[in-house]
């Protein structure tokens, strides 16, 4: 069942320069990110896939419903000594008020160092 997400969720667009790195692997750097606010969770910056490195993302078996964004499907981030598991998620047919999500990704873990800044 969908939620209507007006006073959840906002969703707005930023030019900060968004990178996330594991060690010294750039994973994410990005000028085009939306960021999105929920009521009860951390922001979250969901990113567009040609700013990932998406040959370091591999599906994994993971996958949750959220009432107010739809289906999450879950990737596994590969690296040279390790991977990290369910490390990005993102909404491959999110519901229509979540539409600017789509084709993008979102990252969540204490393994990852995220970089916001203006350069």
């Known amino acids: 069942m969908q939620h209507d997400p007006k006073g959840r969720i906002t ?3 930023t030019a900060a320069r968004i990178r996330i790195l594991a060690g010294d692997t750039v994973i994410v750097d990005s000028r085009d990110a939306v960021e999105l606010r929920e009521t009860d969770y951390p922001p979250r ?8 490195a998406m040959d370091r993302l591999q599906e994994s078996k993971t996958a949750t419903h959220c009432p107010f964004k739809g289906d999450a499907t879950y990737y596994n981030l590969l690296l040279e000594d390790r991977t990290i598991a369910d490390a990005a998620w993102s909404y491959e047919e999110p519901y229509a008020d979540m539409m600017a999500i789509r084709g993008h990704l979102a990252f969540a873990s204490s393994e990852l160092m995220e970089d916001i800044g203006e350069d």
């Not at 990113?47 to 990932?52: G, K, M, Q, T, V």
């Open 45 to 52: 910056f969901y990113l567009p896939r040609e700013d990932i």
């Open 11 to 13: 969703l707005q667009k």
